[in-house]
């Protein structure tokens, strides 16, 4: 499958951001315009139907490589409109209908738009541009709420999701801490972290100013609560308010002494950059500690489960009580692309974006969980892509290429261009 288009905005050249907001008021994220080709004011023209997407801030660079794709997709176009407000806060605007913007508020939020000229720089996505619900008459209700974690890990759906809710679950995220490049750390164990953010006693990160975590809502703090036993509501350490507030804080850090004292929380897409050092991490009854990568981009830690720290990505929805999909067609074609059970828009290679955004479809796991940070039990997926997101990740697979599954012997399919055992 071709990947030109998408590769092209995940790639754009890092810049100062420029947003068509500086040339006038901010679009209403209720009717937004198309921009002008050069992205610099709104045109006449509508933008494609609006789909509401809230909650988590790490799940944030794979909405954006989806969001200008789908705005020119000459099939279903849309719009997606994000809000980053946690991943429990997702899990609330659809399991409990929490509103996304509540009435009478002024409420900010994103959108992708593929004639914008706003490049990728620093926490700011290629295409990426800013709109407001500006005193709504009545609230606006997210038609996916985006969360890291199940909804359980959030204090909600104790006894079950209500009826007309799903939770269908797409991508793999690892969670991971991470320090500033210049730091002479360079691991962490589960007992070090229960230390450092259950009491802040952990030399050297012992200054709460420089201990960078998020708060209750957030499903990367959730996420690794759980794995430390550190109740998510009683962290140490000063919340950066996102994901981005997080690698903000850290990523501009230069002197040796406020890099050895600082310390963050952050998904892999966020401390597998450059300015950022990835920690390793030694969970409880290991050895040893282990990144997500063993090569860069390989995931292959987290694939086969020495790496603890991991979950699918959770996409809960209203669903349609026949067909138990998703009510609203933009929603439903979100949800199909990212579980994979459709193919993607423009013959976008999803396999060769989420190795970029430090994903894992589940198509590529050897293992698999039902409860947050849960016992691990070994999974086939029905049509596997392991070899497939291995040539993409590292460029080399010991797989067999393919074009039929006659070319594959035994227990095999030809999966991607692979022989793919079954």
């Not at 790639?11 to 679009?27: C, D, E, I, N």
């Not at 009717?31 to 609006?50: F, H, Q, R, Y």
Request: glycine residues 10%.
């Amino acid at each position: 499958m071709s990947s030109k288009i998408l590769a092209g905005a995940l790639l754009l050249l890092v810049a100062t951001p420029r947003f068509a907001s500086a040339a006038g008021p901010l679009q209403e994220c209720t009717a937004l315009k198309k921009l002008d080709p050069g992205g610099a004011t709104a045109s006449a023209t509508d933008a494609p139907p609006v789909i509401y997407i809230t909650g988590s801030s790490a799940v944030k660079p794979i909405i954006a490589a989806l969001g200008p794709i789908l705005f020119a997709s000459n099939t279903r176009p849309s719009t997606i409109v994000y809000r980053s407000q946690g991943s429990c806060n997702g899990v609330s605007a659809t399991v409990a209908g929490v509103p996304m913007a509540p009435a009478g508020s002024t409420t900010s939020a994103i959108f992708w738009d593929p004639n914008s000229n706003t490049l990728a720089a620093g926490s700011t996505t290629a295409k990426e541009e800013k709109c407001v619900f500006t005193n709504p008459p009545t609230a606006i209700f997210a038609d996916i709420g985006v969360s890291d974690v199940f909804a359980q890990t959030c204090g909600q759906a104790l006894q079950g999701l209500p009826q007309g809710i799903a939770d269908f679950q797409g991508p793999i995220q690892s969670m991971t801490f991470a320090v500033p490049k210049g730091s002479k750390e360079s691991s962490i164990s589960a007992e070090a972290a229960y230390l450092l953010f259950g009491l802040a006693k952990l030399p050297p990160w012992t200054d709460n100013l420089f201990i960078h975590r998020r708060n209750e809502t957030s499903g990367t703090q959730q996420m690794i609560a759980t794995a430390i036993g550190v109740d998510a509501k009683v962290w140490t350490g000063t919340n950066g308010g996102s994901s981005d507030g997080v690698f903000a804080a850290m990523s501009g850090v230069v002197d040796q002494a406020t890099a050895d004292k600082s310390i963050g929380i952050l998904a892999a897409d966020y401390s597998a950059r450059p300015e950022l050092k990835q920690l390793a991490y030694q969970h409880y009854g290991q050895r040893c500690g282990y990144r997500p990568d063993v090569q860069p981009l390989d995931k292959r830690n987290t694939r086969e489960g020495r790496y603890a720290i991991w979950g699918p990505l959770h996409l809960f929805t209203q669903v349609d009580a026949g067909s138990g999909l998703a009510k609203k067609q933009e929603a439903r074609d979100i949800i199909a692309y990212l579980t994979g059970t459709e193919p993607p828009p423009l013959g976008v290679d999803l396999i060769r974006t989420e190795v970029g955004l430090h994903i894992v479809p589940p198509c590529a796991m050897k293992v698999q969980r039902k409860s947050e940070i849960g016992p691990m039990t070994p999974f086939k997926p029905a049509r596997a892509c392991g070899c497939a997101f291995d040539k993409e990740a590292v460029g080399t697979t010991s797989c067999k290429s393919c074009t039929t599954n006659a070319q594959c012997t035994g227990t095999e399919s030809c999966n991607f261009g692979f022989c793919e055992k079954q």
